[in-house]
């Protein structure tokens, strides 16, 4: 009797799917419907990790790019969410390549020069071959763009025109003749 008691005793039930499991699965479901566009229902997947864990780095990231990819217009508010988001990603980890490329993204759109160049150059120090390893359309060659920018509208012309001499070799970037470098620089928003 003790036997079965033991026996029955110490089985540990099976109370469903692990938490980790779970988190997993939606992180999966999140990005793949990133992937497919699906912006929207990528930030509900995304949103129900919370419910298992509030400091989930990759579902803020997630929501910060979905936030990122549904604004349109510097005006819009969604611009703001996908800071708050890719901003709690990197109080647990500072140096997330990810939430800070989204970040740099935003800040200039956002026209905070000073903050998109901190964040592009933190990115392109740790590695100058970024790529967004959930989005490869995103990548070093973005934040550079986003760095010359930043430098055209903070009247830094000869650092616009060097950013653009790193993305666009070959071609004459005329620091002298802003614009010029401003229509170069919109010229290769349309490439990226």
Request: net charge negative; with cysteine; glycine share 6%.
């Amino acid at each position: 009797m003790f036997i079965l008691l033991f026996v029955f005793c110490g089985k540990k039930k099976s109370t469903g799917p692990d938490i980790n499991e779970i988190i997993n699965s939606l992180i999966n479901e999140g990005w793949s419907l990133y992937s497919s566009k699906d912006y929207s229902n990528a930030v509900i997947k995304f949103g129900e990790i919370f419910k298992y864990d509030n400091t989930n780095t990759d579902a803020y990231i997630g929501v910060g790019w979905c936030y990122a990819r549904l604004a349109f217009g510097s005006g819009d508010q969604k611009y703001n969410l996908a800071q708050e988001n890719f901003e709690k990603a990197l109080v647990k980890e500072p140096d997330n390549l990810d939430a800070l490329a989204g970040l740099a993204l935003v800040l200039i759109v956002k026209n905070h020069y000073e903050d998109a160049i901190n964040a592009a150059q933190s990115v392109l120090e740790k590695d100058s071959n970024y790529v967004f390893k959930r989005d490869n359309q995103i990548s070093a060659g973005d934040l550079i763009l986003i760095l010359a920018q930043a430098y055209y509208y903070l009247g830094n012309y000869e650092k616009a025109a060097d950013q653009l001499d790193i993305i666009d070799p070959g071609n004459y970037h005329p620091a002298n003749k802003p614009e010029t470098l401003l229509t170069q620089i919109q010229a290769l928003w349309g490439n990226v």
